[in-house]
């Protein structure tokens, strides 16, 4: 099994350009997260997934919008991306209630 | 909704001590209390994990405990190493939410 698959690693993004950071997971998990982590701090919960067809919002939802429209796949959308959206991104799943696998995350850099 | 606090932000032991990390959190229904341990450029990964129909949890040097009354909850770790030194998260979530909320994480450095 691969686990959480994130891509991609490495992304510079000018102000106002929008893109998609991709995810998915080979263990068949319901449960799927997307987290932010800015330097030196911790682990905000931006959107996440408990099945494919629903999403709902995190802690941190402002400026990004997610889909789930199979099992495996939780794509994070960025639109008219911001200097404050600098960061690193983590994709997690889980079954029910248990260990977050995370993938090995994406830094993303908005000049 | 679930907010969880957690401290200290930053801890120093020397290498054989013991170091302690504290978490609260604010929903009475969250179940399941994780921590996770983040080298440097890593992906955080689960340590050690209790839920709440248990008081206290051991895996070799590290050991968790809960107190459900109070809503906090704390990892230990004995016998420190160099090895040890990272950030560590903990996390809560609540019954029937799956809102995975983590705490703001604790730099600790074993010196050697």
């Known amino acids: 099994n691969a686990g959480v698959t994130q891509t991609p690693k490495f992304r510079i993004l000018k102000i106002g350009q929008s893109m998609t950071l991709q995810c998915t997971q080979d263990?068949?998990?319901?449960?799927m997260y997307w987290y932010r982590q800015d330097p030196g701090m911790g682990l905000k919960l931006i959107y996440y997934s408990v099945g494919a067809g629903i999403t709902d919002k995190g802690e941190v939802p402002n400026g990004y919008n997610v889909s789930r429209s199979t099992t495996e796949d939780f794509p994070l959308r960025l639109e008219l991306a911001a200097p404050s959206q600098t960061s690193v991104y983590f994709c997690?799943?889980?079954?029910?209630?248990?260990?977050?696998?995370f993938g090995e995350g994406s830094r993303l850099t908005v000049l | 909704g679930e907010n969880v606090e957690q401290h200290p932000s930053t801890l120093s032991v020397q290498e054989g001590d013991s170091a302690v990390i504290k978490c609260t959190y604010s929903?009475?229904?969250?179940?399941?209390f994780p921590w996770y341990k983040q080298e440097l450029g890593k992906r955080p990964q689960l340590i050690i994990d209790?839920?709440?129909?248990?008081g206290e949890k051991k895996d070799q040097r590290i050991a968790v405990t809960l107190n459900k009354t109070a809503k906090h909850f704390s990892l230990h770790i004995t016998e420190t190493q160099p090895e040890d030194s990272a950030v560590y998260f903990c996390a809560a979530t609540g019954s029937g939410t799956y809102k995975y909320i983590f705490g703001t994480g604790t730099r600790l450095k074993v010196l050697a």
């Open positions: 209790i839920r709440s129909n248990v």
């Open positions: 929903d009475s229904a969250s179940n399941y």
């Open positions: 263990m068949n998990h319901n449960y």
């Open positions: 997690a799943s889980t079954s029910l209630g248990g260990e977050l696998f």
